[in-house]
């Protein structure tokens, strides 16, 4: 059975940074890409970033390009979010998703963990 | 990107009855590259359909998906009570991926 489990939520002041972490298993991890996606309640969901199969190729969307850093080891069959420079916009539900290949682009998420709160405010 | 919109916003219907919902996008959707997911209250979304039309495992017959091109149909042919949630789009045919705003399935 395939499990994501995501953990590092918290609370942080605007400027602050955090990491995420996201723990699969149940597949053979280094099979596929992965990807974070957020939700609010105001803007829905959001794709986030992505990585592919080995970590050789990484995307970000526009609004955390140059702040966020996504991550994987394969030792560890988890994946990472680096958060900094954080902003009250980046408030969510952060997932942690498998896309249905090898790479991060051109896929669907098959597979959601059940999220970890971020909350950004003074 | 490509924004997608979905209609209605809620959808207020009885079990057993036959459920449409809209997908529409901005530009055309590459390789018909459109999946739908099921979101109940404090879960995580469920991939339901992917590329417009093939049902996820272990997914009832009873969820169907159609479309090309800019538009795009989920619909449940007969509503039972644990399909009552929320359903989004989301396309993969072009960078980034982007999701509708989501049309709520309510018991009327």
């Known amino acids: 059975e395939v499990q994501l489990v995501e953990s590092g939520g918290g609370v942080v002041r605007p400027g602050g940074s955090l990491r995420l972490s996201c723990a699969a298993s149940g597949f053979t991890f280094d099979d596929y890409g992965m990807s974070w996606v957020r939700q609010t309640p105001g803007k829905g969901l959001e794709w986030v970033s992505g990585i592919n199969w080995n970590g050789g190729s990484r995307g970000y969307a526009d609004s955390v390009k140059g702040r966020f850093i996504i991550s994987r080891d394969s030792a560890k069959n988890s994946l990472y979010l680096q958060m900094n420079s954080l902003r009250v916009e980046d408030t969510a539900l952060y997932y942690c998703t498998r896309d249905g290949g090898g790479g991060y682009s051109y896929v669907k998420s098959d597979y959601w963990g059940q999220g970890t709160l971020v909350t950004v405010s003074s | 990107e490509v924004v997608l919109t979905q209609s209605p916003g809620t959808l207020s219907l009885s079990p057993g009855e036959r459920a449409t919902l809209s997908c529409r996008a901005s530009q055309s959707v590459a390789n018909s590259y459109l999946a739908w997911y099921q979101q109940k209250p404090g879960q995580a979304p469920r991939l339901l359909i992917f590329?417009?039309?093939i049902r996820a495992t272990g997914i009832p017959d009873r969820f169907s998906g159609s479309g090309s091109g800019t538009d795009f149909t989920l619909t449940i042919s007969r509503l039972e009570s644990e399909d009552f949630a929320v359903y989004y789009c989301q396309q993969y045919g072009s960078s980034p991926r982007t999701f509708g705003q989501g049309t709520k399935v309510e018991i009327k």
């Open positions: 590329d417009a039309s």
